[in-house]
């Protein structure tokens, strides 16, 4: 960019890495595993996987939205009775599986 139209902004960066650790990589580069992390059979057995019984997070969020008067009961209602809260918790699992590698 010609000096003349360079910002103050465009001198800085906008993030640093911490203690050399990158803080992305493209998506063509080999994933490297740490050093340091545990096999992913230690994982999973530290990390509990939610019981059938046990809320998920849109769940929860929409039992507080119900409580608060935030949301119509009909409404929290319908997005139960059509899944959509279950659904939801399903795909935001498998997503937090996958970021870590479990």
């Given at each position: 960019?010609?000096?003349?139209?360079?910002?103050?902004e465009d001198a800085q960066p906008l993030a640093r890495p911490v203690h050399d650790q990158p803080l992305a990589r493209s998506v063509g580069e080999e994933k490297v595993e740490p050093e340091e992390a545990p096999p992913a059979e230690?994982?999973?057995?530290?990390?509990?996987q939610?019981?059938?019984?046990?809320?998920?997070?849109?769940?929860?969020?929409?039992d507080k939205a119900q409580e608060n008067g935030w949301v119509y009961d009909s409404v929290a209602q319908q997005v139960r009775e059509r899944g959509l809260a279950s659904k939801?918790?399903?795909?935001?699992?498998?997503?937090k599986n996958m970021l870590t590698g479990g």
């Open positions: 960019m010609p000096p003349e139209n360079s910002t103050p230690e994982q999973q057995e530290e990390a509990p939610p019981e059938a019984e046990e809320k998920g997070p849109v769940e929860k969020v929409l939801a918790d399903e795909v935001i699992n498998r997503a």
